[in-house]
């Protein structure tokens, strides 16, 4: 299916680099105490995303989450190339031929002022390792001057770095703010855009300040933007809050370095020490780290947080440190590293996203459909989150699919299958139809229920979670949340927040095993 495309949309809606490695070496919790749990509100996030035709905003999904999939299964993911060439076939080429392709400068799709950037072959690694000849030197310097991370915001905004929010572009105003959470230990989830991340407020240094931190149980390190931060645009990064010797009394460098490449965007930066507060459980003297150096994806003025934490387990840390939820084990503070997530979307009203360390909220989810499986990731991809699926169903007919593993990631937001599996996942919904891209396009108005089952339970995907977008302006065509992509196998799904807003997550370090169950 090719779209002929408005000039100023193809313009806004062009690339995507991502990529992600993960390294790192084991480090197991073991202190036990009584059962304790804290939970976490989380806030989600609102974009504007009108800008970016919706097939083009399904294609960088996609490439993302092949790109995410690729690092999980320990092998090569596809090149920038290749990327660009599966953006390239959704796009018609107007009279005059193709504009310059342009970075995408963050994840949420080009806008109109970042849509004239000229071609770049570089990806995120070359970008950071551009920087690092210099951007270091120029970070560390900026710090000792009490500059801020965001020195310097306006000249890079000048630049490119400030691509679309413009300095001093307040990087919350888009966030959703969750409800106050319903359980000890937790913290609310604010949404990012429409269902995209979901974000958690974190306090960090002495004294403590708050911090938004993008939630990722797909990942294994926790960073925040370091004082002096230097974007690979130029300039700084951004408006966000960073950390360092200039705010907090008890921070410490090691010096020890740190890279970490995601789905999109990079950092790099040093291992440093510092006092973490999660819902009132004291981390004093946590090691984490501090980006001297960013993506735009990350250091935008329009990137609703500042810094991420990854909570997949500690045997993935490029740092190499144990993750927030398993030092609180060890230390005693939780009996156990579990992290449990309950996702809202945005269409619902509800505001009752929450992350809860340590146990389950048992007032999100009904007891009696709670089931609890192996983590079966080993190898070169253990430390994800991958359990064996029983059984696809339409309807509650059984598709036949057998013999599947998923790993669930709330930093995807897509469920990525095989693409013979989503031909026949598709083939089971009226009017629905491939692309021949990859992608998929559905009546906006399917009643077709698509269940996953883990456990001998299945878990239906509401069908407002199966529509991605509308595809065109008739409001009769959508563009499916289930895409195709093959990686390694025939075998293996990447299952994103299109089927994990549909139950309560949670994942047990401890018992290297997940759970889920239906929500109430």
């Given at each position: 299916m090719q779209l002929a495309l408005s000039f100023s949309t193809l313009l806004a809606s062009i690339l995507v680099l991502l990529t992600v490695t993960d390294n790192g070496v084991q480090a197991a919790p073991t202190t036990?105490?009584?059962?304790?749990?804290?939970?976490?509100?989380?806030?989600?996030?609102?974009?504007?995303?009108?800008?970016?035709?919706?097939?083009?905003?399904?294609?960088?999904?996609?490439?993302?989450?092949?790109?995410?999939?690729?690092?999980?299964?320990?092998?090569?993911?596809?090149?920038?190339?290749?990327?660009?060439?599966?953006?390239?076939?959704?796009?018609?080429?107007?009279?005059?031929?193709?504009?310059?392709?342009g970075k995408r400068f963050n994840r949420h799709g080009a806008t109109k002022s970042q849509a004239e950037v000229v071609d770049e072959d570089d990806d995120d690694d070359f970008e950071?390792?551009?920087?690092?000849?210099?951007?270091?030197?120029?970070?560390?310097?900026?710090?000792?001057?009490?500059?801020?991370?965001?020195?310097?915001?306006?000249?890079?905004?000048?630049?490119?770095?400030?691509?679309?929010?413009?300095?001093?572009?307040?990087?919350?105003?888009?966030?959703?703010?969750?409800?106050?959470?319903?359980?000890?230990?937790?913290?609310?989830?604010?949404?990012?855009?429409?269902?995209?991340?979901?974000?958690?407020?974190?306090?960090?240094?002495?004294?403590?300040?708050?911090?938004?931190?993008?939630?990722?149980?797909?990942?294994?390190d926790f960073w925040v933007g370091a004082e002096g931060c230097q974007s690979s645009a130029g300039g700084g990064c951004g408006n966000h809050q960073f950390l360092g010797t200039q705010s907090s009394s008890s921070f410490d460098d090691t010096k020890k370095q740190f890279q970490v490449t995601y789905g999109t965007g990079a950092v790099a930066g040093d291992i440093v020490t510092d006092d973490v507060t999660l819902a009132g459980l004291a981390l004093?003297?946590?090691?984490?780290?501090?980006?001297?150096?960013?993506?735009?994806?990350?250091?935008?003025?329009?990137?609703?947080?500042?810094?991420?934490?990854?909570?997949?387990?500690?045997?993935?840390?490029?740092?190499?440190?144990?993750?927030?939820?398993?030092?609180?084990?060890?230390?005693?503070?939780?009996?156990?590293?579990?992290?449990?997530?309950?996702?809202?979307?945005?269409?619902?009203?509800?505001?009752?996203?929450?992350?809860?360390?340590?146990?389950?909220?048992?007032?999100?989810?009904?007891?009696?459909?709670?089931?609890?499986?192996?983590?079966?990731a080993t190898g070169a991809t253990g430390g994800f989150w991958e359990g064996a699926m029983d059984a696809v169903t339409a309807d509650g007919k059984d598709l036949g699919l057998q013999g599947r593993n998923a790993i669930l990631d709330t930093g995807t937001t897509l469920i990525v299958a095989p693409p013979a599996d989503a031909e026949a996942v598709h083939a089971a919904i009226p009017g629905a139809q491939s692309d021949g891209q990859g992608g998929f396009v559905i009546p906006c108005d399917t009643k077709t229920s698509i269940a996953l089952s883990f456990g001998g339970t299945a878990f239906a995907i509401n069908t407002e979670d199966l529509i991605f977008a509308q595809a065109d302006n008739t409001g009769t065509n959508c563009v499916s949340g289930i895409s195709?992509?093959?990686?390694?196998?025939?075998?293996?799904?990447?299952?994103?927040?299109?089927?994990?807003?549909?139950?309560?997550?949670?994942?047990?370090?401890?018992?290297?095993s997940i759970s889920l169950a239906k929500l109430v």
């Open positions: 036990k105490r009584a059962a304790k749990t804290v939970t976490l509100p989380l806030k989600r996030i609102h974009q504007n995303r009108g800008d970016v035709h919706p097939m083009i905003l399904l294609q960088q999904h996609i490439n993302r989450s092949q790109r995410r999939l690729a690092r999980m299964k320990g092998v090569e993911p596809p090149t920038k190339r290749e990327l660009e060439a599966n953006l390239h076939k959704r796009m018609f080429i107007p009279p005059g031929g193709r504009p310059k392709i950071l390792a551009s920087l690092a000849k210099g951007g270091k030197a120029k970070a560390i310097k900026a710090a000792k001057k009490g500059k801020g991370g965001n020195a310097g915001a306006s000249a890079g905004a000048g630049a490119g770095a400030g691509a679309g929010a413009g300095a001093g572009a307040d990087p919350t105003a888009s966030l959703t703010p969750a409800n106050p959470p319903t359980a000890n230990n937790s913290l609310g989830l604010d949404i990012e855009a429409r269902d995209v991340g979901y974000i958690a407020t974190v306090q960090l240094g002495t004294p403590p300040r708050d911090f938004h931190i993008l939630m990722d149980s797909g990942s294994a004093p003297g946590h090691t984490f780290g501090v980006a001297l150096q960013e993506t735009p994806d990350f250091s935008d003025n329009s990137v609703p947080f500042d810094g991420l934490m990854g909570l997949a387990q500690s045997t993935l840390s490029n740092q190499q440190v144990l993750t927030p939820v398993e030092a609180l084990a060890k230390a005693g503070q939780i009996t156990d590293a579990i992290t449990s997530y309950k996702i809202s979307r945005v269409a619902d009203n509800k505001n009752d996203g929450e992350i809860t360390f340590g146990g389950l909220d048992e007032t999100k989810f009904d007891p009696a459909t709670l089931v609890t499986f192996d983590n079966v195709s992509g093959q990686i390694i196998d025939d075998t293996t799904w990447l299952v994103g927040d299109v089927f994990l807003k549909n139950a309560y997550f949670s994942t047990d370090v401890t018992k290297n």
